[in-house]
């Protein structure tokens, strides 16, 4: 096996001046921003993304020709951050933007890349917001619509599920839009909704929801909220000796769920983009046997997702032949039949890729893999 070495990340804080606007530079790199929540609330996910993007720049290091130089950003967790890590690196004279990782960040940065015409590519930010009415904003992941839909099927075909209670964050754009997607299906399917409440990110006692849940006696929680949260949720249930069962979305599956949440969130499921137990494509056999020798841990969604943002975008400049943005652009709107980590992908309407979904769940301490749905 070769023997590799990602060297550690330095954030460059500069302007188109200087370094950037060196003619022999742009001679010889081709550049590709990256703008991420290394550090903040959301940290686990930027880190899990830059590691997957990382890996993927081993496997695909050239493009036409010329060393790609990637230039990473933290976000800090934060919309005003994301918004100015965008615009600092359309001074920096790129081919096209990875990020961000969560839908708000997204949405505060690519209306800038947009009116610069630079391509860029989400991993992980599943708002249908996001590309809505976007001309160079793309995706690496399914919407929400498609993440609610599924779920409330599986809960009412799998899990026998007729009644559900739903514990929505109303600060995230993402928790609210999953919560509205899953309860239309759910009782579109003949389910009933017997208990809505809210909470916000960062709340760390959860007993007026719980109280709200042992009253209904659900059949089942659908909690679309990220992963601290949700770990918190389910220990002060287990506590309480509500045994109802848990569904989330991707945003909680991340290894800190279980770290937080230990043997509360046994048997929790997820709506999921990727595992490594459903994965087919050779790309996704090589970036999991070089992923894990690097880092000596398994593959996160988020990881898998990263590496395909970065391979989407590559594979558009190699079939553009050109960095030109308007070029690479029309490049990624016409992406077909991709085989990527997470699956194979053809980009449809307003940037957003049409492939298959995971379910996962929490068993004996890990994340295993469950079903695989299509679209």
């Known amino acids: ?48 993304t830059w590691s997957g993007i990382q890996i993927a720049n081993y496997m695909e290091p050239e493009v036409l020709g010329k060393k790609i130089d990637l230039v990473l950003l933290d976000t800090k967790s934060e ?28 949405m505060a940065g ?19 917001l996001v590309t809505q009415g976007k001309k160079y904003t793309f995706r690496a992941c399914f919407i929400d619509p498609f993440q609610g839909e599924v779920a409330a099927r599986f809960v009412n075909n799998t899990l026998k599920a007729r009644t559900a209670a739903l514990i ?36 760390q006692d959860f007993s007026a929801q719980l109280s709200s849940i042992q009253a209904n006696k659900p059949d089942l929680i659908y909690a679309p909220i990220y992963y601290t949260e949700d770990a918190l949720l389910a220990r002060q249930a287990r506590d309480l000796g509500i045994d109802t069962p848990i569904m989330t979305g991707d945003g909680a599956q991340v290894d800190q769920l279980i770290q937080i949440g230990g043997k509360a969130v046994e048997g929790m499921y997820f709506t999921g983009h990727f595992h490594k137990n459903a994965a087919t494509t050779d790309r996704a056999k090589e970036f999991t046997r070089l992923f894990e020798a690097k880092y000596k841990e398994e593959i996160s969604a988020y990881s898998a997702l990263g590496a395909d943002a970065y391979f989407l975008l590559v594979d558009a400049i190699k079939r553009a032949d ?26 449809g309407p307003d940037g ?22 299509t679209p």
């Open 322 to 347: 050109s960095t030109e943005g308007p070029k690479v652009r029309d490049a990624l709107a016409d992406t077909k039949d991709f085989r990527g980590v997470s699956g194979i992908m053809t980009m």
């Open 110 to 128: 690519n209306p800038i890349s947009e009116k610069a015409h630079i391509p860029s590519i989400s991993p992980t930010a599943t708002n249908p």
């Open 79 to 106: 919309q005003i951050e994301a918004s100015n890590a965008v615009s600092m690196l359309v001074e920096m004279q790129i081919a096209g933007i990875i990020g961000e990782a969560i839908s708000a960040n997204t």
């Open 352 to 373: 957003n890729p049409i492939k298959s979904m995971v379910i996962n769940k929490v068993e004996n301490g890990k994340i295993v893999y469950v079903a695989t749905v």
């Open 168 to 203: 929505i964050d109303h600060s995230q754009d993402y928790s609210v839009g999953l919560g509205n997607f899953f309860a239309k299906e759910f009782e579109r399917l003949g389910g009933k909704i017997v208990s809505k409440t809210f909470i916000q990110t960062g709340d």
């Open 1 to 48: 096996m070769r023997r590799f070495k990602i060297f550690p990340v330095v954030v460059l804080l500069l302007t188109a001046t200087g370094l950037f606007s060196e003619p022999v530079l742009a001679q010889t790199f081709i550049r590709l921003g990256v703008y991420l929540p290394m550090t903040g609330g959301v940290a686990a996910y930027g880190k899990m």
